[in-house]
């Protein structure tokens, strides 16, 4: 029985007040809130075995490392990856897309080749890869949407995924609007063209079982604040065959392995990839974050959210009139995230007053401007539920979007 | 309560509503793009200028929420026919207001119905809001033919 009262216990921040009102967080999709376990986790390291890792042969140095590496494990085992070595630590899911754009693109990526994204990339998922298509002569190519219901239209993927196709590099799930792109799917006939394919699992892992073996992707960008963890602290896997074969990205201490005046020698994975002291105490959080999430299950996570979405649509559709709510109607095909848009109130006058009754919500273009721009509108409100959500909060969320749609028509003053 | 009536008084939905000068004009003498990065909200500027420097005709064509469509038509307001010694004196003016740095001695007269924008001060995330047409019509008066402004 999934017990989400017991659950927002574990929370400290939400029995906060905002402007006198009980806080209704659902800007999740931006960053997620920390269970004391995670907090704790932090404060333990800090208090109780504070040293650099890889480096000591005193007590501290081995104890930082054990429970360092055994974060990266619990990483690797999480996304069901075969070694923990084929997890690399980076700041965020930005820094492990650029890694692989600056140092597996940058060898492999020739002219003529083509770049396959989705019309639902996240900036990070995005610009990195204009640059690799204009520093190598290569191109982009933008996967097409369904305007029904904001979908991709899987009937023309194979217009885009051609022999040409050298990349496929696709959103799991959307920050901007909540679909789950069929990412299996597009990996496989990626696949079938030898192309390589990477998974922007940002949005997704924190949300639903991820499997880097059922995807049969090379690459996944994961990142620690966005599923519980701490901020700074992002991972990418890759599949060990092609690591090995990578040239390093930074370059300094600890991911070399001997170093003479005119040239060095690269330690093995992950810490080729690894140079300078790490994030010892987020990737420790980051670990313990993993732990909360399997203890409360993948799988009621996301049956929990699927529920929320029922509940938010449904809720929404008294409002059908006013407000359009971007993406599919079935929650099984997307995210608990609402984002939405009303000709009445301007997204951004409507997070001011929605903020004033302690809901807080992202309102913006969530760096996806090209899908904001698919969709013809500028911006959206957009909602974004995690496992610690109510349906009484979405029913508070609904409310105030009313008051907010009449205070802005009728006028104000 | 949701008192949100410093932010969005009766005179900045009026504005919001019916924004004054809202027009793209054809060949103006002075264009600029104004663009804020955190939320999209987009301008684009036009001025005609007399012999003399002043400011003839204002013209805007504007996306983007209640305080930034009330700022640019209360702006376009205060500025029309203006010398642009005193449309610089608007812009610095609103600047101060907004940043609280407005002295006792506060020249609230020139700003017209501008000044009732200084509420949004209250509201740090919706400052650049309020200045995105007040930046861009700088940039429309400075030396360049056309420029592009960000807030970011």
């Known amino acids: 029985m999934y017990d989400v009262q017991k659950i927002r216990k574990d929370f400290p921040i939400l029995s906060r007040k905002v402007y006198d009102k009980p806080l209704v967080y659902l800007d999740n999709a931006a960053t997620t809130q920390k269970p004391r376990q995670v907090i704790q986790a932090l404060v333990d390291y800090y208090e109780g075995y504070n040293a650099n890792v890889h480096r000591g042969v005193h007590a501290l140095s081995q104890e930082a490392t054990e429970r360092y590496e055994e974060a990266r494990g619990k990483v690797a085992r999480f996304i069901g990856a075969e070694s923990p070595d084929e997890i690399i630590w980076t700041r965020n899911a930005s820094e492990s897309l650029n890694l692989v754009a600056y140092t597996w693109a940058q060898e ?4 003529g080749d083509e770049i396959v994204v989705t019309p639902y990339e996240h900036h990070s998922n995005l610009v990195p890869w204009q640059k690799v298509a204009r520093d190598k002569g290569a191109s982009l190519r933008i996967l097409p949407m369904r305007e029904e219901d904001n979908s991709l239209d899987m009937e023309r993927v194979d217009e885009f995924i051609t ?12 920050n901007g609007i909540g679909i789950i792109n069929p990412v299996e799917e597009l990996a496989r006939r990626a696949r079938a063209v030898g192309a390589t394919v990477l998974i922007d699992a940002t949005q997704s892992a924190p949300h639903l079982p991820v499997d880097v073996q059922g995807l049969d992707c090379d690459f996944l960008t994961l990142s620690g604040h966005k599923m519980l963890g701490p901020t700074g602290i992002g991972a990418l896997y890759g599949r060990r065959e ?19 005046y005119d040239r060095a020698t690269w330690n093995d994975l992950p810490m080729k990839f690894e140079a300078g002291t790490p994030n010892i105490a987020d990737a420790i959080g ?118 907010a749609l009449r205070y802005f028509s009728d006028g104000a003053g | 309560m949701n008192d949100l009536r410093d932010l969005y008084a009766e005179v900045v939905m009026d504005h919001n509503r019916r924004p004054r000068n809202f027009k793209r004009i054809e060949g103006a003498d002075r264009e600029a793009e104004g663009f804020n990065p955190l939320c999209g909200d987009q301008i684009s500027l036009y001025l005609n200028l007399d012999d003399g420097g002043a400011i003839s005709d204002i013209g805007y064509v504007a996306a983007g929420c209640a305080i930034s469509k009330a700022a640019a038509s ?50 740090p995330t919706r400052i650049k809001c309020a200045t995105l047409p007040i930046h861009t019509l700088a940039s429309a008066l400075s030396e360049k033919k056309n420029g592009a402004v960000s807030t970011e």
């Open chain 1, 108 to 111: 492999n990526i020739r002219e």
């Open chain 1, 163 to 174: 022999p040409r196709t050298k990349l496929l590099a696709v959103v799991h799930m959307s």
């Open chain 1, 242 to 260: 092609i690591l090995e074969r990578m040239e390093p990205f930074l370059r300094g201490g600890e991911m070399v392995l001997e170093v003479w």
């Open chain 1, 286 to 403: 980051f670990g313990a974050a993993i732990d909360y999430l399997e203890a409360v299950g993948m799988e009621n996570v996301r049956d929990h959210e699927i529920a929320l979405t029922a509940h938010a649509l449904e809720a929404f559709k008294e409002l059908e009139e006013e407000i359009d709510v971007f993406g599919p109607r079935d929650p099984e095909r997307r995210g608990a995230i609402i984002s939405f848009h009303s000709d009445i109130v301007h997204p951004h006058d409507l997070g001011t007053f929605l903020d004033r009754d302690g809901i807080a919500v992202r309102t913006g273009h969530h760096c996806t401007m090209p899908l904001m721009r698919e969709l013809g509108v500028i911006a959206t409100a957009r909602a974004s539920c995690y496992l610690y959500n109510t349906e009484e909060e979405i029913d508070a969320l609904v409310d105030s979007v009313k008051r």
């Open chain 2, 74 to 123: 209360m702006m376009s307001e205060a500025v029309k026919g203006r010398s642009s010694a005193d449309a610089r004196k608007v812009i610095d003016g609103f600047r101060l207001l907004l940043t609280r740095k407005a002295g006792d001695d506060f020249d609230y007269e020139i700003l017209g119905d501008l000044e009732i924008l200084e509420g949004v001060s209250s509201y």
